[in-house]
């Protein structure tokens, strides 16, 4: 999933969309992965995951401002007319 993460992005809308529909499904991971985290942790016995939320979040958060970089460039070929 991520390899394409480190390549210029592409020309096509719909290469384009297809990558969007991609990391939307990781964001979605994150997000699930940190409720089922907070829903372990245990206040009385000591259970705590921090780390592992927090880089959780960081994540999602990167995966959205790749989603952002995308939606934008999808903008711009519509606006030059391309498919």
Do not use: W
């Not at 999933?1 to 979605?28: C, D, G, H, R, T």
């Amino acid at each position: 999933m991520e390899n394409f993460l480190l390549n210029p992005l592409p020309e096509k809308i719909s290469e384009l969309e297809e990558q969007i529909a991609l990391i939307e499904a990781e964001q979605k991971r994150c997000k699930d992965t940190i409720r089922e985290l907070m829903a372990r942790e245990d206040l009385e016995k000591g259970i705590f995951f921090p780390a592992e939320i927090h880089e959780l979040h960081q994540r999602k958060n990167m995966l959205e401002t790749h989603i952002q970089y995308r939606r934008v460039r999808v903008n711009r070929l519509r606006l030059r007319g391309a498919r």
